[in-house]
């Protein structure tokens, strides 16, 4: 029985890790555009992905993991109007008559259906069309739904429980990365050492930790702004026997003090204390620290920088949807501030 499960298991995380990263990502930017833009996301279903339409509607009214405002969600698989529309007049149209009702130019129809091929809510994509929504499609890799709309998020495999399962784990997704686009906090991720102080190898005390000219003041910029500022550096010096964490918290002690002499504040510090080849998930350029300053501070990375002196901290940035700069002599943290308070 347990290696029943155990296959199970395996095969549900298996269709889940296929799922298209890119498209989910894609179709949060357009369901945050729907809500920027003060329209409504309207979700559908049958059976199961009736059940699934209903929770993914109420995480949008709702909340999802943030305290916020709710966001405009509706599911059309109520049980008065689905059984009425299909007494009066057919199962096919329960759907259709409530977008014909409801949807409106800009909305977002995302339609949920396994096989693909489920009629009522082909001919209700058809009447979303009609009315200028956008129409997003979850379905396994068969029917004609995919082919039909302006955004298709296909789960690989035959098997409808499979299905169900990736598409819920997607929309879950997709919820966090809405609201996170609607009401995320902006936020700059800077390197240490070589970016805003000097480099001193294996940094063992405060004495030894200078700031580059003009970086508090940049960083109150930034504050001002409305940006978190976050410090994610490589200190592998502690597993190197170099220095302890006690040394490098006296180390960014004195750097905060610094900061806000000049009127600037680091919100907050994360950092990787193992050897390179301990094959952490948190050593730069990885993104491990990133994904914990997001999670932690609900950041928004679209709306987000980074800004570090290697290409370790470039890809590292990029991994987690910001936009990087890459500092130098002749391209100074105070001039990657700049260019971004210019945007």
Excluded: W
């Excluded at 995380?13 to 729907?34: E, N, Q, Y």
């Amino acid at each position: 029985m347990r290696s029943l499960i155990s296959d199970e298991l395996r095969n549900s995380a298996s269709v889940i890790s296929g799922i298209d990263a890119k498209m989910i990502d894609r179709i949060s930017d357009v369901l945050v555009d729907t809500v920027k833009k003060g329209n409504k996301i309207i979700f559908m279903g049958n059976g199961g992905s009736s059940a699934d339409a209903q929770h993914l509607a109420a995480e949008f009214t709702g909340r999802y993991l943030m305290e916020r405002e709710p966001m405009p969600a509706i599911s059309l698989s109520n049980i008065a109007p689905v059984t009425a529309i299909g007494n009066d007049y057919s199962f096919d149209v329960v759907f259709k008559r409530q977008v014909e009702a409801y949807a409106v130019k800009g909305d977002a129809v995302v339609c949920l259906s396994t096989s693909g091929n489920s009629k009522n809510i082909i001919l209700a994509m058809e009447a979303a069309k009609e009315k200028g929504a956008t129409t997003i499609t979850f379905t396994g890799p068969g029917g004609v739904m995919k082919d039909m709309a302006d955004h298709a998020l296909v789960i690989n495999s035959k098997e409808t429980p499979r299905v169900q399962e990736g598409y819920m784990v997607a929309g879950h997704i997709i919820c966090g990365l809405t609201e996170r686009g609607v009401f995320g906090r902006k936020a700059v991720f800077i390197d240490r050492d070589d970016t805003i102080a000097k480099d001193v190898p294996y940094c063992s005390g405060p004495e030894h930790f200078v700031l580059f000219k003009d970086v508090p003041k940049s960083i109150a910029k930034l504050n001002k702004a409305g940006f978190l500022v976050i410090l994610v550096t490589n200190q592998s010096g502690v597993a190197r026997g170099k220095f302890t964490e006690d040394d490098l918290e006296r180390i960014h002690k004195k750097m905060i003090a610094d900061i806000e002499k000049e009127g600037g504040k680091i919100d907050d510090i994360f950092y990787c204390p193992h050897h390179p080849d301990d094959g952490c998930g948190c050593r730069k350029p990885k993104a491990g620290m990133g994904i914990a300053a997001v999670s932690k501070h609900k950041i928004n990375t679209k709306a987000s920088y980074m800004i570090g002196n290697s290409d370790a901290d470039v890809e590292f940035g990029e991994a987690i949807g910001c936009t990087s700069f890459k500092v130098s002599e002749k391209f100074t943290f105070s001039d990657a501030v700049d260019k971004i308070l210019k945007r």
